[in-house]
């Protein structure tokens, strides 16, 4: 790699030697746009001849399609046409990781829950589209169903291990158990919960000269058009997709069902075709975080050291889909213990296919497992901070990897100082104001790091400038502009003069917004491509015309590191008040300190963060998605009813970091995206239990269970 | 969204003409209510009525103490109106503590009155529900009722109605004055919601078409020391899991005057005449509040997951009470 590559400060903040951009705070690039509607989204963008597509989403939650009346809705004004298991082009099996049942859209009869499309009616206006597919009669021979999720459930079996982390089976659990003086045995629940981010999934897609071109809201247009070339059995080469803005996604913007129609409907009917999702649709239909249940069961000595961590967990899937909530991935990690086992269990209902939501696995992971260290604490009567600082590892606990690079002793340390910690008093119930009982919990969490293979390439111009040409997504993250303050640098020029392309799978293959790896993936492409195009710039005397272009592609890079545990890690700290007479909780302040690599920009890496706790405390204490037993259909699929935090329940957060110096990738990056909602719920929920003296082990921590439990430890 | 004609009303008389001409009309107020359910296909009037512009938005006072609110009158006006706030504080607090600033802008006063029901079943037509589609069942009963009525409902619809401004205007024995093409007329706001019985379907007691013109207070002194408490899952723009709004005057340690309803209880706001019986003249203590809470809430039949309800509504309105005892006794 080049010289220009950057290298954090010891204080904390981060400069590189070259322009100094990378580390400053920059507003992003596409902010005016955005703020004035000049920025199109998906829906946004006007075509010739756009037919609009409206979908028909199934009403029960088993069973069979036995007739569709489309004739009638045929006949309707401005229908153009009517997609479904009948005429729709068959696909083949694809999906972003591995064959996916959720994208055979309209392939059979089959109706595996309720909020499946079924049908897509195709008019001229939204309006007409709308109408028909109001007025579209299915009818269904329905079966019994199941939507009803336990961990003891007899469709449960044991989920496939994650490629790159089996269970862990470290030592003899059971037998450290057993001598343990000190053991936690809890269960924890995290109910359904939806990602719903602003922008409503869209998708525009059009046949012009024998090639397919969309126009997409999605986290990763290569990786979309791959999949959708599979899918329609086309070469990839004729797909295009783009996505320049997109409203948000939290890992639900993958291929959506939008897509896949709007594909089959601009085939069938040789036309543009838009297909946008109302809000209640995008509930049904862009998958959910499922509900979970954990047993933690924690053993230590009589000082707090951890001699055993066993975690169990068990979380819902489709019937057409294996998606594997991965909870246990935080018991890899975190503490050092003797003994260390994990276990995961899928049970496949008739809901709809989950998917990664922000923080998969870690969110509700980290709310069992940090909540059951908190209850260690208070069995050992140790400070829980202390508790934390006592079980850390000095390497993997399972795999016995070296770290690339672990600061969370840093983050609990300067967290507890600035936070005011040493000042709290352990008992709980003790600090009264009024109606309210206050009180503070600490918890930690952790994200897995690193970067995935991308491509890149920079164009210096005869004037001066650079355009990066990179297949990233922006999200809302700022992304775009992280990765221009990453270029300039790199290239040692000031950020004014890169121009960015990026979100269209014309620009190569690139790793998707998630997983927290977008940045850190393109931006050590990104380095690689301007370190090429310096090269090639040395060689020449002018830039020509058509300019010089460097090129970089990180996949040897990647293939050749060696393994290592790569998280990045943060420790957050909350204070809650708790309303005696009505069980009502509220956050009045949080602190988060992370270690998460070099940081970009730390106006939006904090947003980020920031945001990532916005929606844990939005986890703890309101989400949840409520189903009726009876009809299989979810009751709240829209912002009235299902609650997430509104302004006046997210006080003042503030989010920090420390040094965190990764070498493993020469931009330093780790991802900021997820690990600000991991231990967020645990945090507040260690707090409540501070105020009230009671554990509350179901989120939400609802006003309700609050009142219902009671408050034994209020003096 | 199915299409729909759009008039302008001039003045009330025209508007009552133009709805009795249009079977299937809908009178039009900020349409914050009504053109949601319109797009979520609840609501499908064939005829929209504005009614913004018939100068009912004034809030007047009468010499006596009482208000006469106009039907238009937004929702942040008459949380503003220094009358309403000086004669009748819980009434503006309820006000303030519903929706969001943006939407109280728009809110109108009979909008909000008319206001539909929140049950999620209602809201999506995909599910069944006797109130939007009468026959075809109430799967909120045994299905998801963790914000539905513990008082007053039947098994054919067990809704709570969501306005919070409701509760207050319960609270002070509000009157409703509506206009028909057969003339004026007047309702006692603790009519204007029918018993649900097995008609959930029938929502007021207003003769057909009629417009609501304007909401009476009567003159209340004990009004003036009142509050208004909601409880919610989050802290803004939801909907209340309980409220109480009250009016307490006490004397010598006794109480010699008191107003108290319910909100998020029942198909209506729901006037707790039972504890009011029960405390007046009984001493102002937290012994007597939760006695007389005691009294209302023994015909609360809760739902298998609503029974936190009961619970909360005798520490609400103890609490409350207990709030206006101690700031009466400063
Ligand atoms: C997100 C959200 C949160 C909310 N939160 C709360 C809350 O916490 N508490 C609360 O109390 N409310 C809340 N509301 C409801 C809000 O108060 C009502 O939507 C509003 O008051 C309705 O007034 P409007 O003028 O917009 O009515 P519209 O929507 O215009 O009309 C509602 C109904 O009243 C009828 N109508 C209107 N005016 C008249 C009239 N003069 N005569 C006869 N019929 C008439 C209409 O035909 C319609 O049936 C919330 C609403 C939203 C969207
Ligand atoms: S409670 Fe009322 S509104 Fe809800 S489903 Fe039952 S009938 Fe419909």
Redesign the pocket.
Known sequence: MTDTTARPRTDGGVVAPAGGAVGTARTRLEGRDKVTGAARYAADVPFDGLAHGWLVLSTVARGRITSMDTAAVLGMPGVLGVVHHGNAPRLHPAGLFGPDGQLQLLQDDRVPHVGRPVALVVARTPQQARAGAAALTVTYAQEPHDTVFRAGHPAGRPAPAAPARPDADLGDVEAEIAAAPVVVDQRYTTPEEHHSAMEPHASMARWEDGRLEVVDSNQGSFMVARVLATLFGLDQEIVRVRAEHVGGGFGSKGVGPQLVLAVMAATLLRRPVRVALTRRQVFSTTGLRPATEQRLRLASDSTGRLRAIDHATAAFTSTIQEYVERNTEASNVMYAADAIRTRTTVVPLDLPTPGWMRGPGAAAGSFALESAMDELAQAVGVDPVELRLRNEPSAGPVSGLPFSSRNLAACLREGARRFGWADRDPRPGTRREGRWLLGTGVACGSYGAGALPSTAAITARADGSYTVSVGAADIGTGARTALALVAADALGVPPESVRMRIADSRLGAAWFAGGSKGTASWSWAVTAAAADLRERLASVDRVPPDGVTGRGDTTDAIGALGKQERQSYGAQFAEVAVDTGTGEVRVRRMLGMFAAGRIVNPLTARSQLVGGMTMGLSMALHEEGARDEALGALVNSD??GYHISAHADVPDIEADWVEDVDDSNPSGIKGVGEVGIAGTAAAIANAVWHATGVRHRALPVRLDRVLESGFPAAR | MREFAYQRAGDVAGAVAAFAAAPGA????????????MKSGV?S?ER?ID??G?G?DAVEEDADGGLRIG??V??SDLAAHPGVRRRYPALAQ??L????GQ??N???????????V?CGYFTDVTLPCNRRVPGSGCPAVDGEHHNHAVLGWSEHCVAVH?????VALAAFDAVVS?ETGAGPGELAYAALYPPVGDTPHRETS?PPG????AVSLPAAPVAARSRYR?V?ERAS????TASVAAALEVRDGVVHDVRLAF?AVASRPWRAHAAERALTGAPATARAFGAAADAELAAARPLPHNGYKVPLLRNLMVSVLTELAEEAAR
């Open positions: 912002f009235a | 809908r009178y039009l107020g900020g349409g914050t209510n009504l053109v949601d359910l609501e009037p929209l009614v913004r018939l009912l039907a238009t937004t929702n309820a006000v503590a519903g929706a969001s939407l109280r728009a809110a109108t006063v009979g909008g909000n009155l008319l206001q539909r929140r969501p306005s919070d401004l409701g509506y207003l009629a417009l609501i013109t909601k919610r723009y939801a909907f209340a909100g």
